[in-house]
């Protein structure tokens, strides 16, 4: 059974950091794009970020970009998101998501296969 885990959501001051972790079982970790969505109270989900298979290519919302960091260990089966600078407008819940076309880094969740249960993230002011 595929399963993802999200871990290192928590509370946080503006301007603080945060890492999340998403660790992956049951795939072929190495062959997966893999994505980052977050979903505030009574918005849509919305796209974070993402990471090709091998590493070589990412892509991040501009809502993010230059703050967050996406990032994976193919030998760990882990990716992650590196969030610097949070804001409250951060506060979320966020998924990790897979996607089995592994060259196509996408910001469209549908193209994702597998998501996790999401961890809360709370930005202070």
């Known amino acids: 059974q595929v399963q993802l885990v999200e871990s290192g959501g928590g509370l946080v001051q503006a301007g603080g950091s945060l890492r999340l972790s998403c660790a992956a079982s049951?795939?072929?970790?190495?062959?997966?794009?893999m994505g980052w969505f977050r979903q505030a109270p009574g918005k849509e989900r919305a796209f974070v970020a993402t990471i090709s298979s091998g590493g070589a290519y990412t892509l991040s919302a501009d809502s993010v970009k230059g703050r967050f960091t996406v990032s994976r260990d193919n030998a760990k089966n882990t990716v992650y998101l590196q969030m610097n600078s949070l804001k409250p407008e951060d506060k979320a819940v966020y998924y990790c998501?897979?996607?089995?076309?592994?060259?196509?880094?996408?910001?469209?969740?549908?193209?994702?296969?597998?998501w996790g249960q999401g961890t809360q993230v709370t930005v202070s002011s």
């Open positions: 998501a897979a996607d089995p076309s592994g060259d196509r880094y996408s910001a469209n969740g549908r193209v994702y296969n597998y």
């Open positions: 049951g795939l072929t970790f190495r062959s997966y794009a």
